[in-house]
C-alpha cells in the first residue's frame, strides 16, 4: 500500500514538472491547469481554459492558436469541421460603447434619452439600477472628476474614452484578462499622425489624464489601449445613432479573408459573448478567416478601407481577379459600347485605369467619384427615410445605367429595398403591381449571386434573401398557373426547388439563432411557405385543369 502511495506521488509530481515546461495555449504564460478531456491543452487559469472547453459542449473547441512570421497567431482547425458546428465560444475582455453615439446606457447597452443620469459622473443610464451596476463603479470614480459631458446627437465626444477607460481599468484589476491583451497588435506606428491619432491625444489621452487627474496611466499606456481597440475591436450591435462594440481574445487573432469561411454570432446582452461557427465545411489545418467589412464591398472602396483601418494590402485571390471571383462586385457597364464591362487593369494598384474591351477607358479617380456618390446616397436614404420605396426605385433605375447587376451599389440597394418590396401593413403581394414582385425578384436574385460566392454556406443574409427571393417566386408561379401558363407538373418541379430553399432558410436560422422581429417573420414565414408547398406537392398531377385554378 505504501509503495502504491508513492508510485501516485512520484507520478503527480512528474505531471506538475511536465506542466512547469508549458505554456498557457492562449497567453503563453506558464500553465498549471490541463483539459481533463483531451489532456493535449494546458492553460494558466480557469478562465483561459474556458477558451479551450466550456460547459455545455461535449469536446474540445476544434482549433489551436498557431504563428506565422509576418501574419502574427492565427486560429487554426484541429479536425475537420462540418457547416454549422461550433467553432468555438469566448467571452469578451471589455464592452462599450461605439464611439460616435447618441445617448446609450453604459450598462444594458440600450439606446435611451438623457432623462436619468448618474449622479456621480452625469452619464445617461436607463435608471437608478444601471447607474448602480457594479461594471460602472470604477469609471464613474474617474469619470466624476471631469465636467459633466455634453451628448446632443452622434457629434459629441463624450463616449469617445469610455471604452479605452474600461480596458485600463480592466488591465490594471485583471491580470488574467490583461494577459489575453499582451501580444494583441495595436500598429502604433502605422496610426501616428492619422486623424484619429490627433483626436485621441486631445479627446481622450488629455481628458483622462487631465479632465478626470488620472496620471497613473501614461499618454503611451493610453494610446496602446487605444490602438488595440482600433485594431481588434468588433461591433456587436448598431442602432444606426448608436451602438456597442467589444474587444475578444480570439476574434482578435481571426485573420481577414475577403470570402470568410466562418460566421460570428454576437450575443447582443450581457454577457455578450461570441459564437464562432463554419460558414462551409473545414478541412483540419484550415486557417479561420473573417471579413473584417461587408462581403459584398466592391474592391475598389474594400482594399482602401482596409489599407486605412487594418494597415495591409490584401493580395487574395479575390483582389487580384478583376471579376473577383465572378461575383462582379467591382464591375462597371461600359458607357462607350454599351455591351462591354469595365474592369481596373491592374486589380492591385489602387490607381489604376479601368479598361473595357473595346477600348475604353476611365480614371481611377473618375469611378471612385461614381461608385462614392451612390454608396452616399444609399447611406442618406436609409439612415434618414429608409421605407421610401420610390426612392429605392428611382435610385435603382440609375445605377442599373452604370453598374453590372451584382456591383456593390446595386447589392446595396438590394439589401435595403428587397425586404419592404410588397411589404406593408395588413398587405399581401397580391395588392401589389406584379410588376414591383418582378423587380424584387430581379434584386433578390443578383444580390443572392454575389452572397453565393462572397457569403456562401451559413450566412444571415443569404437567409433572408433566399426567403424574400422564394416567397415572391411562388406567387409569380401561382399566377402563372393560374393564367395557364405552366402544368401541374412544372408547378412540382418549381415547389421542390422551392422547399429545398425554405429548408436551407430554415437551416441557417436555426443555427445562428433569431435576433430581431424580422428574423422571427422570416423563419415563420419559411415554415408556413414549406408547409404550403408541401400541400401543393400531395395533389394528383390528374387532378383538374391547370386554367384559372388558383
Same mark, same amino acid.
Given at each position: 500500500?505504501?509503495?502504491?502511495?508513492?508510485?501516485?506521488?512520484?507520478?503527480?509530481?512528474?505531471?506538475?514538472?511536465?506542466?512547469?515546461?508549458?505554456?498557457?495555449?492562449?497567453?503563453?504564460?506558464?500553465?498549471?491547469?490541463?483539459?481533463?478531456?483531451?489532456?493535449?491543452?494546458?492553460?494558466?487559469?480557469?478562465?483561459?481554459?474556458?477558451?479551450?472547453?466550456?460547459?455545455?459542449?461535449?469536446?474540445?473547441?476544434?482549433?489551436?492558436?498557431?504563428?506565422?512570421?509576418?501574419?502574427?497567431?492565427?486560429?487554426?482547425?484541429?479536425?475537420?469541421?462540418?457547416?454549422?458546428?461550433?467553432?468555438?465560444?469566448?467571452?469578451?475582455?471589455?464592452?462599450?460603447?461605439?464611439?460616435?453615439?447618441?445617448?446609450?446606457?453604459?450598462?444594458?447597452?440600450?439606446?435611451?434619452?438623457?432623462?436619468?443620469?448618474?449622479?456621480?459622473?452625469?452619464?445617461?443610464?436607463?435608471?437608478?439600477?444601471?447607474?448602480?451596476?457594479?461594471?460602472?463603479?470604477?469609471?464613474?470614480?474617474?469619470?466624476?472628476?471631469?465636467?459633466?459631458?455634453?451628448?446632443?446627437?452622434?457629434?459629441?465626444?463624450?463616449?469617445?474614452?469610455?471604452?479605452?477607460?474600461?480596458?485600463?481599468?480592466?488591465?490594471?484589476?485583471?491580470?488574467?484578462?490583461?494577459?489575453?491583451?499582451?501580444?494583441?497588435?495595436?500598429?502604433?506606428?502605422?496610426?501616428?499622425?492619422?486623424?484619429?491619432?490627433?483626436?485621441?491625444?486631445?479627446?481622450?489621452?488629455?481628458?483622462?489624464?487631465?479632465?478626470?487627474?488620472?496620471?497613473?496611466?501614461?499618454?503611451?499606456?493610453?494610446?496602446?489601449?487605444?490602438?488595440?481597440?482600433?485594431?481588434?475591436?468588433?461591433?456587436?450591435?448598431?442602432?444606426?445613432?448608436?451602438?456597442?462594440?467589444?474587444?475578444?481574445?480570439?476574434?482578435?487573432?481571426?485573420?481577414?479573408?475577403?470570402?470568410?469561411?466562418?460566421?460570428?454570432?454576437?450575443?447582443?446582452?450581457?454577457?455578450?459573448?461570441?459564437?464562432?461557427?463554419?460558414?462551409?465545411?473545414?478541412?483540419?489545418?484550415?486557417?479561420?478567416?473573417?471579413?473584417?467589412?461587408?462581403?459584398?464591398?466592391?474592391?475598389?472602396?474594400?482594399?482602401?478601407?482596409?489599407?486605412?483601418?487594418?494597415?495591409?494590402?490584401?493580395?487574395?485571390?479575390?483582389?487580384?481577379?478583376?471579376?473577383?471571383?465572378?461575383?462582379?462586385?467591382?464591375?462597371?457597364?461600359?458607357?462607350?459600347?454599351?455591351?462591354?464591362?469595365?474592369?481596373?487593369?491592374?486589380?492591385?494598384?489602387?490607381?489604376?485605369?479601368?479598361?473595357? /474591351?473595346?477600348?475604353?477607358?476611365?480614371?481611377?479617380?473618375? @469611378?471612385? %467619384?461614381?461608385?462614392? &456618390?451612390?454608396?452616399?446616397? $444609399? #447611406?442618406?436614404?436609409?439612415?434618414?427615410?429608409?421605407?421610401?420605396?420610390?426612392?429605392?426605385?428611382?435610385?435603382?433605375?440609375?445605377?442599373?445605367?452604370?453598374?453590372?447587376?451584382?456591383?456593390?451599389?446595386?447589392?446595396?440597394?438590394?439589401?435595403?429595398?428587397?425586404?419592404?418590396?410588397?411589404?406593408?401593413?395588413?398587405?399581401?403581394?397580391?395588392?401589389?403591381?406584379?410588376?414591383?414582385?418582378?423587380?424584387?425578384?430581379?434584386?433578390?436574385?443578383?444580390?443572392?449571386?454575389?452572397?453565393?460566392?462572397?457569403?456562401?454556406?451559413?450566412?444571415?443574409?443569404?437567409?433572408?434573401?433566399?426567403?424574400?427571393?422564394?416567397?415572391?417566386?411562388?406567387?409569380?408561379?401561382?399566377?402563372?398557373?393560374?393564367?395557364?401558363?405552366?402544368?401541374?407538373?412544372?408547378?412540382?418541379?418549381?415547389?421542390?426547388?422551392?422547399?429545398? /430553399?425554405?429548408?436551407?432558410?430554415?437551416?441557417?436560422?436555426? @443555427?445562428? %439563432?433569431?435576433?430581431? &422581429?424580422?428574423?422571427?417573420? $422570416? #423563419?415563420?414565414?419559411?415554415?408556413?411557405?414549406?408547409?404550403?408547398?408541401?400541400?401543393?406537392?400531395?395533389?394528383?398531377?390528374?387532378?383538374?385543369?391547370?386554367?384559372?385554378?388558383?
Amino acid at each position: 500500500m505504501e509503495t502504491d502511495q508513492m508510485d501516485q506521488d512520484d507520478a503527480a509530481q512528474d505531471t506538475i514538472e511536465q506542466m512547469d515546461m508549458k505554456q498557457c495555449f492562449i497567453c503563453s504564460y506558464p500553465a498549471f491547469l490541463q483539459c481533463q478531456k483531451c489532456e493535449h491543452v494546458a492553460f494558466c487559469s480557469e478562465e483561459h481554459g474556458r477558451l479551450h472547453s466550456r460547459e455545455g459542449f461535449a469536446d474540445c473547441f476544434p482549433y489551436r492558436v498557431g504563428f506565422t512570421e509576418g501574419v502574427g497567431r492565427q486560429i487554426i482547425t484541429t479536425r475537420d469541421i462540418r457547416m454549422g458546428e461550433v467553432i468555438y465560444v469566448e467571452d469578451p475582455i471589455v464592452v462599450g460603447p461605439s464611439q460616435e453615439c447618441d445617448a446609450i446606457c453604459l450598462s444594458c447597452m440600450s439606446a435611451i434619452d438623457t432623462s436619468y443620469v448618474c449622479g456621480g459622473c452625469g452619464y445617461p443610464f436607463c435608471d437608478e439600477e444601471c447607474a448602480a451596476d457594479p461594471v460602472h463603479d470604477g469609471e464613474c470614480q474617474v469619470l466624476c472628476k471631469a465636467p459633466l459631458p455634453v451628448i446632443d446627437g452622434t457629434q459629441n465626444t463624450a463616449y469617445h474614452p469610455i471604452l479605452p477607460l474600461r480596458l485600463l481599468l480592466q488591465r490594471s484589476q485583471d491580470e488574467t484578462k490583461a494577459r489575453l491583451c499582451e501580444e494583441l497588435m495595436d500598429h502604433k506606428e502605422e496610426r501616428k499622425g492619422s486623424e484619429y491619432w490627433e483626436f485621441s491625444q486631445k479627446h481622450i489621452i488629455q481628458f483622462l489624464r487631465e479632465s478626470c487627474k488620472q496620471s497613473q496611466w501614461t499618454e503611451e499606456e493610453i494610446m496602446n489601449a487605444i490602438g488595440i481597440l482600433e485594431v481588434n475591436a468588433y461591433e456587436i450591435k448598431s442602432f444606426l445613432t448608436s451602438g456597442y462594440r467589444g474587444l475578444f481574445p480570439l476574434a482578435s487573432l481571426v485573420s481577414h479573408q475577403c470570402v470568410q469561411n466562418c460566421r460570428m454570432v454576437w450575443n447582443t446582452e450581457a454577457p455578450y459573448d461570441n459564437k464562432v461557427v463554419a460558414a462551409q465545411d473545414l478541412k483540419a489545418g484550415e486557417e479561420i478567416a473573417s471579413s473584417y467589412l461587408r462581403p459584398s464591398m466592391c474592391s475598389l472602396v474594400r482594399r482602401k478601407t482596409l489599407k486605412e483601418g487594418w494597415y495591409f494590402d490584401c493580395e487574395c485571390s479575390r483582389c487580384q481577379d478583376p471579376t473577383e471571383l465572378g461575383c462582379h462586385a467591382n464591375t462597371l457597364l461600359c458607357p462607350a459600347c454599351g455591351t462591354g464591362h469595365m474592369y481596373p487593369l491592374h486589380p492591385l494598384d489602387y490607381n489604376s485605369v479601368w479598361v473595357c /474591351k473595346c477600348g475604353h477607358e476611365e480614371t481611377s479617380q473618375a @469611378v471612385t %467619384g461614381l461608385v462614392q &456618390g451612390f454608396l452616399d446616397e $444609399i #447611406k442618406t436614404v436609409y439612415e434618414n427615410d429608409r421605407y421610401n420605396v420610390s426612392q429605392w426605385l428611382d435610385m435603382y433605375a440609375r445605377a442599373k445605367v452604370y453598374f453590372h447587376p451584382q456591383h456593390e451599389v446595386i447589392s446595396e440597394i438590394a439589401k435595403w429595398s428587397v425586404p419592404i418590396l410588397g411589404r406593408g401593413p395588413g398587405k399581401k403581394l397580391s395588392d401589389f403591381p406584379v410588376s414591383l414582385i418582378k423587380t424584387k425578384v430581379e434584386l433578390a436574385t443578383s444580390y443572392l449571386a454575389v452572397l453565393d460566392i462572397v457569403e456562401r454556406g451559413v450566412s444571415k443574409f443569404r437567409a433572408k434573401t433566399l426567403y424574400e427571393l422564394v416567397d415572391s417566386q411562388i406567387y409569380l408561379a401561382s399566377l402563372d398557373f393560374r393564367d395557364g401558363k405552366c402544368d401541374r407538373a412544372t408547378i412540382k418541379i418549381l415547389t421542390k426547388g422551392f422547399i429545398r /430553399k425554405l429548408d436551407e432558410v430554415l437551416s441557417i436560422m436555426t @443555427v445562428l %439563432g433569431v435576433n430581431s &422581429g424580422y428574423e422571427e417573420i $422570416i #423563419k415563420g414565414g419559411a415554415d408556413t411557405l414549406k408547409q404550403m408547398c408541401q400541400k401543393v406537392l400531395s395533389v394528383p398531377d390528374n387532378l383538374g385543369s391547370t386554367k384559372n385554378e388558383s
